[in-house]
């Protein structure tokens, strides 16, 4: 793993706004030109799988692909990305892997009909929600990144929209129980091209139209802990891979090395430790 990551590791800021607010954005997380090739390399996918079934998020026809983190070199290395990487597992810890991942291009909508606002507030992770309703605050679990490719710095460009704080909130309150609303509380995440915005699962949010000249494409990856199952098939073959990375794809020696992790099970420890020291991987 890049030694650089030592550079960029969660500042207390970031850790009180993750707390407090369920999200931060980190700005130039990649550069201009590993923007560009992000987006071809984008576009290539956009190009061959557009219109496919299976790939369509909603009748608005916008391209959402899941495991896409294989389909080009340039995704994988985003995976322990120097500049963004060290946030997570000064969040989550050690004992994480990628456990989800969608490539999302929003089309451009001509029109500004009022059913093309609609919005679709949810919490990540489904069942999790569900099956565990009686315990509140709702333990974290996992987060994401979403790397915003095409500039999302002003509102009507498919913005991510979320409601700062929700992640704590046992209700929302939605207009007679409709999730299709805007809400007074909830934001429109301004973020240029280049950025990360960091998101805890819990956190409601959603996404939005876009009425910009270009399409919105944006990158998510999301981290969890190693013992919940993937939300992909996690098609990335690992061969050839260091062993962080192959842990972060979701390498164990057996079984158990999930839940009891031994060193060979989990490098990304012994990486911290080395480099940021012992009390950086208390238990």
């Known amino acids: 793993m890049d030694h650089k990551c030592v550079d960029h590791c969660l500042t207390e800021a970031e850790r009180k706004a993750f707390e407090q607010d369920g999200y931060f954005i980190v700005k130039n997380a990649l550069d201009p030109d590993h923007v560009e090739k992000l987006i071809e390399a984008t576009d290539r996918i956009d190009a061959k799988y557009n219109g496919k079934e299976g790939h369509l998020l909603n009748e608005r026809n916008n391209l959402f692909v899941r495991d896409f983190v294989g389909k080009d070199k340039i995704f994988i290395n985003l995976v ?6 060290p946030k997570v597992f000064g969040i989550l810890g050690w004992n994480i892997q990628l456990y989800h991942s969608h490539l999302n291009v929003t ?3 001509e029109s500004q009909d009022k059913q093309d606002k609609i919005l679709g507030w949810h919490q990540d992770s489904d069942r999790i929600n569900k099956e565990i309703d009686n315990v509140f605050p ?3 679990f996992s987060l994401k990144i979403g790397y915003f490719l095409t500039d999302c710095s002003e509102s009507g460009r498919g913005n991510f929209h979320l409601i700062p704080g929700s992640h704590l909130k ?4 939605f207009p007679q129980d409709d999730r299709s609303y805007e809400l007074k509380e909830g934001i429109s995440v301004l973020a240029p091209p280049g950025s990360a915005v960091y998101f805890d699962r819990r956190i409601w949010h959603s996404a939005s139209a876009n009425y910009w000249e270009h399409p919105r494409k944006v990158l998510f990856y999301g981290y969890s802990y190693r013992w919940i199952r993937p939300r992909d098939n996690m098609t990335v073959d690992i061969t050839g891979m260091d062993p962080i990375r192959q842990q972060l794809f979701g390498s164990a020696t ?8 031994k060193d060979d099970d ?3 420890r012994t990486w911290i430790r080395e480099q940021l020291g012992e009390a950086a991987v208390a238990e």
Do not use: H
């Open 80 to 85: 322990d990305w120097y500049r963004t990487f």
């Open 107 to 109: 089309y451009t909508l």
């Open 138 to 140: 709702q333990p974290r």
């Open 170 to 173: 046992k209700n929302i309150a």
């Open 254 to 261: 057996e079984g158990g090395g999930y839940t009891s992790p």
């Open 266 to 268: 989990v490098p990304l």
